[in-house]
Protein backbone atom coordinates (compact mmCIF):
# COMPACT_ATOMS: atom_id res chain seq x y z
CA UNK A 1 0.00 0.00 0.00
CA UNK A 2 1.47 3.34 -1.22
CA UNK A 3 1.46 5.99 1.27
CA UNK A 4 2.93 9.55 1.65
CA UNK A 5 3.51 11.36 4.51
CA UNK A 6 4.26 14.90 5.29
CA UNK A 7 6.70 16.55 8.14
CA UNK A 8 8.01 19.72 9.21
CA UNK A 9 7.76 22.59 11.22
CA UNK A 10 4.35 23.74 12.44
CA UNK A 11 5.08 27.44 13.09
CA UNK A 12 7.85 29.71 10.56
CA UNK A 13 8.68 33.26 11.35
CA UNK A 14 7.92 35.70 8.29
CA UNK A 15 10.86 36.12 5.63
CA UNK A 16 12.28 33.09 6.67
CA UNK A 17 11.98 29.65 4.73
CA UNK A 18 9.64 26.81 4.68
CA UNK A 19 11.06 23.47 4.97
CA UNK A 20 9.30 20.42 4.59
CA UNK A 21 9.59 16.53 3.71
CA UNK A 22 7.18 13.87 2.03
CA UNK A 23 8.42 10.33 2.99
CA UNK A 24 6.89 7.45 0.91
CA UNK A 25 6.14 4.21 1.66
CA UNK A 26 4.96 1.03 -0.13
CA UNK A 27 6.90 2.59 -3.93
CA UNK A 28 10.04 3.49 -5.23
CA UNK A 29 10.06 7.15 -6.27
CA UNK A 30 12.48 6.23 -8.52
CA UNK A 31 10.52 3.93 -10.15
CA UNK A 32 8.37 6.63 -11.62
CA UNK A 33 5.17 8.86 -11.14
CA UNK A 34 5.53 12.59 -10.28
CA UNK A 35 5.34 13.66 -6.93
CA UNK A 36 3.75 17.28 -6.37
CA UNK A 37 3.28 19.60 -3.37
CA UNK A 38 -0.25 21.12 -3.13
CA UNK A 39 -1.44 23.85 -0.42
CA UNK A 40 -4.89 24.89 0.81
CA UNK A 41 -5.03 28.28 2.87
CA UNK A 42 -7.77 27.95 5.59
CA UNK A 43 -11.21 27.78 4.73
CA UNK A 44 -10.08 28.54 0.80
CA UNK A 45 -9.68 26.52 -1.91
CA UNK A 46 -6.53 24.22 -3.21
CA UNK A 47 -3.42 25.27 -4.91
CA UNK A 48 -0.47 23.75 -6.87
CA UNK A 49 2.76 24.61 -5.84
CA UNK A 50 5.02 22.02 -8.04
CA UNK A 51 5.96 19.17 -9.14
CA UNK A 52 8.75 16.50 -9.42
CA UNK A 53 9.30 13.56 -11.44
CA UNK A 54 11.15 10.87 -10.73
CA UNK A 55 13.67 11.90 -13.32
CA UNK A 56 14.31 15.18 -11.56
CA UNK A 57 12.62 17.63 -13.78
CA UNK A 58 10.77 20.14 -11.97
CA UNK A 59 8.07 22.32 -12.57
CA UNK A 60 6.66 24.76 -10.35
CA UNK A 61 3.24 27.63 -10.30
CA UNK A 62 4.61 30.65 -11.99
CA UNK A 63 2.74 32.45 -9.25
CA UNK A 64 5.84 30.74 -6.86
CA UNK A 65 8.56 29.88 -8.90
CA UNK A 66 11.09 32.22 -7.70
CA UNK A 67 10.18 31.16 -4.08
CA UNK A 68 9.95 27.64 -4.62
CA UNK A 69 12.43 24.26 -4.90
CA UNK A 70 11.38 20.72 -4.78
CA UNK A 71 14.32 17.98 -4.61
CA UNK A 72 14.35 14.10 -4.46
CA UNK A 73 15.94 11.95 -2.39
CA UNK A 74 16.26 8.18 -3.48
CA UNK A 75 18.40 7.01 -1.05
CA UNK A 76 16.17 8.07 1.55
CA UNK A 77 12.53 7.86 -0.50
CA UNK A 78 11.51 10.64 0.52
CA UNK A 79 11.19 14.54 -1.83
CA UNK A 80 11.10 18.13 -0.25
CA UNK A 81 9.75 21.62 -0.14
CA UNK A 82 11.21 24.97 0.16
CA UNK A 83 9.54 28.17 0.13
CA UNK A 84 11.34 30.97 0.95
CA UNK A 85 10.64 34.58 2.04
CA UNK A 86 7.75 33.73 3.99
CA UNK A 87 4.58 35.63 4.25
CA UNK A 88 1.03 35.34 6.34
CA UNK A 89 -0.13 34.49 2.84
CA UNK A 90 1.69 31.21 3.32
CA UNK A 91 -0.40 29.86 6.00
CA UNK A 92 -1.99 27.05 4.85
CA UNK A 93 -2.15 23.06 5.34
CA UNK A 94 0.72 21.98 2.87
CA UNK A 95 0.19 18.32 1.05
CA UNK A 96 2.48 15.99 -0.50
CA UNK A 97 1.15 13.55 -3.46
CA UNK A 98 2.08 10.98 -5.81
CA UNK A 99 0.87 12.02 -8.76
CA UNK A 100 -2.43 13.56 -7.68
CA UNK A 101 -3.62 10.06 -6.70
CA UNK A 102 -2.34 9.43 -3.36
CA UNK A 103 -2.18 12.43 -0.84
CA UNK A 104 -0.65 12.99 2.51
CA UNK A 105 -2.79 13.59 5.32
CA UNK A 106 -1.51 17.24 5.46
CA UNK A 107 0.51 19.45 7.63
CA UNK A 108 -0.72 22.52 9.20
CA UNK A 109 2.26 25.71 8.63
CA UNK A 110 1.44 28.72 9.97
CA UNK A 111 3.58 32.06 9.34
CA UNK A 112 3.55 34.31 12.73
CA UNK A 113 6.49 35.98 14.67
CA UNK B 1 -2.77 29.04 -17.52
CA UNK B 2 -6.03 27.34 -17.37
CA UNK B 3 -8.77 28.45 -15.48
CA UNK B 4 -11.53 26.49 -14.12
CA UNK B 5 -15.03 27.56 -12.95
CA UNK B 6 -16.90 25.44 -11.24
CA UNK B 7 -20.78 25.60 -11.09
CA UNK B 8 -22.74 26.11 -8.77
CA UNK B 9 -20.81 27.33 -5.56
CA UNK B 10 -23.39 25.62 -3.70
CA UNK B 11 -25.76 22.80 -4.44
CA UNK B 12 -28.21 21.41 -1.76
CA UNK B 13 -29.87 18.59 -2.64
CA UNK B 14 -30.79 15.04 -0.66
CA UNK B 15 -30.32 11.60 -0.24
CA UNK B 16 -31.49 9.84 -2.90
CA UNK B 17 -30.85 12.86 -5.25
CA UNK B 18 -28.96 13.29 -8.63
CA UNK B 19 -26.52 15.48 -8.65
CA UNK B 20 -24.79 17.38 -11.75
CA UNK B 21 -21.45 19.42 -10.84
CA UNK B 22 -20.12 21.10 -13.47
CA UNK B 23 -16.67 23.04 -14.70
CA UNK B 24 -15.45 24.62 -17.57
CA UNK B 25 -11.98 25.71 -18.83
CA UNK B 26 -10.69 29.14 -20.02
CA UNK B 27 -9.27 27.27 -22.75
CA UNK B 28 -9.37 23.13 -24.16
CA UNK B 29 -7.93 20.75 -22.02
CA UNK B 30 -5.74 18.03 -24.51
CA UNK B 31 -6.53 14.77 -23.79
CA UNK B 32 -9.01 15.18 -21.46
CA UNK B 33 -6.46 16.00 -18.38
CA UNK B 34 -9.13 16.71 -16.47
CA UNK B 35 -9.82 15.08 -12.61
CA UNK B 36 -12.61 15.71 -10.02
CA UNK B 37 -11.85 14.89 -6.31
CA UNK B 38 -13.75 14.89 -3.07
CA UNK B 39 -12.53 16.88 -0.15
CA UNK B 40 -14.35 16.31 3.72
CA UNK B 41 -13.50 18.49 6.76
CA UNK B 42 -10.54 18.33 8.18
CA UNK B 43 -9.69 15.69 5.28
CA UNK B 44 -6.78 15.35 2.35
CA UNK B 45 -8.48 15.70 -0.79
CA UNK B 46 -9.51 12.28 -2.78
CA UNK B 47 -8.93 11.63 -6.41
CA UNK B 48 -12.85 10.29 -7.81
CA UNK B 49 -12.32 10.66 -11.34
CA UNK B 50 -9.46 10.86 -13.60
CA UNK B 51 -8.80 11.74 -17.53
CA UNK B 52 -12.49 13.04 -17.11
CA UNK B 53 -14.45 10.00 -16.94
CA UNK B 54 -12.14 7.23 -15.56
CA UNK B 55 -12.61 6.11 -11.81
CA UNK B 56 -10.10 6.03 -9.27
CA UNK B 57 -9.73 2.60 -7.40
CA UNK B 58 -11.77 2.03 -4.56
CA UNK B 59 -14.83 4.96 -6.33
CA UNK B 60 -18.24 3.43 -6.23
CA UNK B 61 -20.10 3.24 -9.66
CA UNK B 62 -22.64 6.34 -8.54
CA UNK B 63 -19.95 8.93 -9.73
CA UNK B 64 -18.98 9.24 -13.39
CA UNK B 65 -17.44 11.88 -15.20
CA UNK B 66 -17.76 13.21 -18.57
CA UNK B 67 -17.04 15.85 -20.85
CA UNK B 68 -14.47 17.20 -23.12
CA UNK B 69 -12.76 20.17 -24.51
CA UNK B 70 -13.86 22.89 -22.03
CA UNK B 71 -16.83 21.03 -20.31
CA UNK B 72 -16.65 18.88 -17.94
CA UNK B 73 -19.53 17.12 -15.45
CA UNK B 74 -19.12 15.03 -12.50
CA UNK B 75 -22.68 13.30 -11.84
CA UNK B 76 -23.07 11.13 -8.78
CA UNK B 77 -26.31 9.46 -9.74
CA UNK B 78 -27.96 8.67 -6.06
CA UNK B 79 -26.54 11.00 -3.28
CA UNK B 80 -25.40 8.79 0.06
CA UNK B 81 -24.89 10.44 2.94
CA UNK B 82 -21.40 10.36 2.92
CA UNK B 83 -20.88 11.97 -0.71
CA UNK B 84 -21.89 15.79 1.15
CA UNK B 85 -18.94 17.48 1.03
CA UNK B 86 -16.49 19.65 -1.08
CA UNK B 87 -15.96 19.06 -4.77
CA UNK B 88 -13.04 20.37 -6.80
CA UNK B 89 -12.16 19.69 -10.74
CA UNK B 90 -8.41 20.21 -11.67
CA UNK B 91 -6.75 19.85 -15.17
CA UNK B 92 -3.08 18.89 -15.26
CA UNK B 93 -2.81 19.50 -19.17
CA UNK B 94 0.36 20.82 -18.61
CA UNK B 95 2.08 23.44 -16.24
CA UNK B 96 0.41 24.98 -14.40
CA UNK B 97 -1.95 22.64 -13.15
CA UNK B 98 -5.18 24.44 -11.72
CA UNK B 99 -7.90 23.71 -9.22
CA UNK B 100 -11.25 25.12 -9.70
CA UNK B 101 -12.74 26.72 -6.91
CA UNK B 102 -14.85 23.94 -5.37
CA UNK B 103 -18.52 22.95 -5.44
CA UNK B 104 -20.28 22.81 -2.39
CA UNK B 105 -22.84 20.00 -2.19
CA UNK B 106 -24.61 20.24 1.39
CA UNK B 107 -27.62 18.41 2.58
CA UNK B 108 -31.34 20.40 1.76
Known amino acids: QVQVQESGPGLVKPSETLSLTCNVS?????????WGWIRQPPGKGLEWIGS???????YYNPSLASRVAISVDTSRNQFSLKLSSLTAADTAVYYC??????WGQGTMVTVSS | EIVLTQSPGTLSLSPGERATLSCRAS???????LAWYQQKPGQAPRLLIY???SRATGIPDRFSGSGSGKDFTLTISRLEPEDFAVYYC?????????FGQGTKLEIK
Open chain 2, 51 to 53: GAS
Open chain 2, 27 to 33: QSVNSNY
Open chain 1, 97 to 102: ARAFDI
Open chain 2, 90 to 98: QHYDGSPYT
Open chain 1, 26 to 34: GYSISSGYQ
Open chain 1, 52 to 58: IYHSGST
